[in-house]
């Protein structure tokens, strides 16, 4: 699996967010996003979502940085071409 493919069933399975920013990890891929209804303001802050993609099982479920090994999240790259 690729980033575009986790992109791709993350956004199916939620239309109603706007993804902000992707992380590819050595077993998941995470999702930053925002529901789409809301706009950001500058120096504003909301609550966001993360959301993780299975590489293996493709099951998508909220994430958090420590549902991974540490060396695992240090090790994250973000996606610049996930859309």
């Given at each position: 699996?690729?980033g575009?493919?986790?992109?791709?069933?993350?956004?199916?399975?939620?239309?109603?967010?706007?993804?902000?920013?992707?992380y590819e990890?050595?077993?998941?891929?995470?999702?930053?996003?925002?529901?789409k209804n809301?706009?950001l303001k500058?120096?504003?802050?909301?609550?966001?979502?993360?959301?993780?993609?299975?590489?293996?099982?493709?099951?998508?479920?909220?994430?958090?940085?420590?549902?991974i090994?540490i060396?695992?999240?240090?090790?994250?790259?973000?996606?610049k071409?996930?859309k």
């Open positions: 699996m690729v575009k493919e986790a992109y791709n069933l993350f956004t199916d399975k939620y239309p109603n967010l706007d993804v902000l920013t992707g990890f050595d077993s998941v891929f995470v999702f930053n996003a925002k529901p809301v706009h500058e120096n504003g802050t909301i609550f966001d979502y993360s959301f993780s993609v299975d590489k293996k099982t493709c099951e998508i479920k909220a994430f958090q940085p420590f549902f090994p060396e695992e999240y240090r090790n994250g790259k973000e996606i071409d996930f």
